[in-house]
C-alpha cells in the first residue's frame, strides 16, 4: 500500500509534541506561583500570633476591624 502513498491509520507511531518556547514560560509561570505561594504563607506565619499559615486572618478581633486612624 505504501507504493500509493496511502497508509493505515494506526501505522505511525504516536509522537509527542515537542517542547517550545510556550512550555518552557509555563513552566517557568508554575515556578512562580509555587514560590509566591510560599512566600505568602513564610509572611502569613511570621505576621500572625498563632505562629500557622493562615494566623495572619485573625490579627483582629471577629467582627472589628481597623484599618487605621
Do not use: C, D, W
Request: proline content about 7%; overall charge positive; aromatic content about 6%.
Amino acid at each position: 500500500m505504501s507504493q500509493f502513498a496511502m497508509q493505515m491509520p494506526g501505522a505511525q507511531r504516536a509522537r509527542s509534541a515537542p517542547l517550545n518556547i510556550y512550555t518552557g514560560l509555563m513552566l517557568a509561570a508554575v515556578v512562580s506561583l509555587i514560590a509566591a505561594v510560599g512566600f505568602v504563607m513564610y509572611a502569613g506565619m511570621q505576621v500572625g500570633p498563632e505562629g500557622g499559615p493562615m494566623a495572619a486572618v485573625k490579627l483582629h478581633p471577629e467582627g472589628k476591624v481597623s484599618l487605621g486612624r
